[in-house]
């Protein structure tokens, strides 16, 4: 369980990665779900694993709270082996599954950490924006987009706190079996549900308070600019598209 307080939020501070453009980041984001989704190759997969940690470098967040993410969900972890050893999968299969995965956490967690809560509403909308065909309030869309994406980093982190108070009291998780440690996050589970939807509710009622309106289309007041290391890291995802699309033989 994870005590850091940035575990999966935006960590200020100075970096390359920070100061990219948010509508960019998600444009990305989307160019990166298909290699994800359709490619099974084992090498192209471990260089965009790579190019991912060439940017968690880059961002100056400590690499400790991206591998605490992947700690974090190690049981996970235990039961994708134990799915991925039930279909009889190749080890080269199986491998590229867990590299996926590792991928799609960190990558995420890459976004989390380097973008505020006011960029990730800005950037949602405006990358929606060319798809609002049906005229959704696009402005409610990204805060209820944001509030999932923030549920699950504050699960973990209020789950540790209920777990520490419930050791307090002669429930002690940390030092248990496995056997025991499942019946402690069961039976804390749904205090720990309770408290982090009480949380997210506190975050809509702090937007609010900073004048940011669900019922309109939203503005920011600084958006870091489209630069060259924007066009550059979008440059490399397109490469790893083509890359599955020489895979799939479509050209």
């Given at each position: 369980?994870?005590?850091?307080?940035?575990?999966?939020?935006?960590?200020?501070?100075?970096?390359?990665?920070h100061?990219?453009?948010?509508?960019?980041?998600?444009?990305?984001?989307?160019?990166f779900?298909?290699?994800?989704?359709?490619?099974?190759?084992?090498k192209?997969?471990?260089?965009?694993?790579?190019?991912?940690?060439m940017?968690?470098?880059?961002?100056?967040?400590?690499?400790?709270?991206?591998?605490?993410?992947?700690?974090?969900?190690r049981?996970?972890?235990?039961?994708?082996?134990?799915?991925?050893?039930?279909?009889?999968?190749?080890?080269?299969?199986?491998?590229?599954?867990?590299?996926?995965?590792?991928?799609?956490?960190?990558?995420?967690?890459?976004?989390?950490?380097?973008?505020?809560?006011?960029?990730?509403?800005?950037?949602?909308?405006?990358?929606?924006?060319?798809?609002?065909?049906?005229?959704?309030?696009?402005?409610?869309?990204?805060?209820?987009?944001?509030?999932?994406?923030?549920?699950?980093?504050?699960?973990?982190?209020?789950?540790?706190?209920?777990?520490?108070?419930?050791?307090?009291?002669?429930?002690?998780?940390?030092?248990?079996?496995?056997?025991?440690r499942?019946?402690?996050?069961?039976?804390?589970?749904?205090?720990?549900?309770?408290?982090?939807?009480?949380?997210?509710?506190?975050?809509?009622f702090?937007?609010e308070?900073?004048?940011?309106?669900?019922?309109?289309?939203?503005?920011?007041?600084?958006?870091?600019?489209?630069?060259?290391?924007?066009?550059?890291?979008?440059?490399?995802?397109?490469?790893?598209?083509?890359?599955?699309?020489?895979?799939?033989?479509?050209i």
């Amino acid at each position: 369980m994870q005590s850091n307080k940035y575990f999966g939020s935006f960590y200020p501070v100075e970096s390359s990665i920070h100061k990219l453009n948010p509508i960019m980041k998600f444009i990305c984001l989307f160019l990166f779900i298909i290699p994800m989704i359709g490619s099974m190759s084992l090498k192209l997969h471990i260089v965009i694993l790579f190019f991912i940690f060439m940017l968690i470098y880059s961002s100056n967040v400590p690499l400790k709270f991206y591998l605490d993410m992947l700690y974090g969900l190690r049981y996970i972890y235990i039961i994708i082996l134990f799915s991925l050893a039930s279909k009889g999968l190749s080890l080269e299969e199986a491998l590229v599954i867990l590299i996926k995965f590792t991928s799609i956490i960190e990558y995420l967690a890459l976004i989390f950490y380097t973008t505020s809560p006011s960029e990730l509403k800005y950037g949602i909308e405006k990358t929606l924006s060319p798809f609002n065909l049906f005229n959704f309030n696009l402005g409610k869309v990204s805060n209820t987009i944001v509030s999932i994406i923030r549920f699950f980093p504050l699960l973990f982190t209020t789950e540790y706190n209920v777990l520490k108070s419930a050791s307090e009291r002669g429930l002690d998780y940390f030092h248990s079996d496995i056997i025991a440690r499942i019946n402690v996050l069961i039976s804390s589970f749904k205090n720990t549900l309770r408290l982090t939807l009480e949380k997210i509710k506190k975050e809509s009622f702090a937007s609010e308070l900073r004048m940011y309106k669900i019922t309109k289309f939203r503005t920011n007041l600084r958006t870091n600019p489209i630069g060259f290391l924007d066009l550059l890291i979008t440059a490399v995802h397109i490469v790893f598209i083509a890359s599955y699309v020489i895979e799939v033989g479509i050209i």
